[in-house]
């Protein structure tokens, strides 16, 4: 909390940041702010774009003989021809 107050005296006192600590505002040097905000965003979009075909080729298709259920748990089917419970995939 004291550093928050110490650069509220910093930039808000009148003369206090020319004659101190030799600093002024800024005026042009925003122009180089919001260019390199800029292409920081358009980068990070091209690299978005970029990752996405890369993942989607690398993305491995799902195999259909590959049960969707669980390995390991029980599976009752119907009845067999003498009447009684089959059970499938019993360890």
């Given at each position: ?10 930039i ?20 180089i ?40 748990e ?18």
């Amino acid at each position: 909390m004291l550093d928050l107050r110490i650069t509220l005296i910093a930039i808000y006192i009148p003369g206090f940041s020319d004659r101190v600590f030799y600093q002024s505002g800024i005026s042009w040097e925003w122009g180089i702010v919001f260019g390199m905000a800029i292409v920081f965003t358009v980068w990070c979009e091209i690299w978005k774009l970029i990752r996405r075909r890369l993942y989607k080729r690398w993305t491995p298709a799902v195999s259909p003989s590959i049960p969707s259920d669980e390995v390991g748990e029980e599976k009752v089917e119907e009845k067999n021809k003498s009447g009684e419970p089959v059970v499938v995939g019993a360890q």
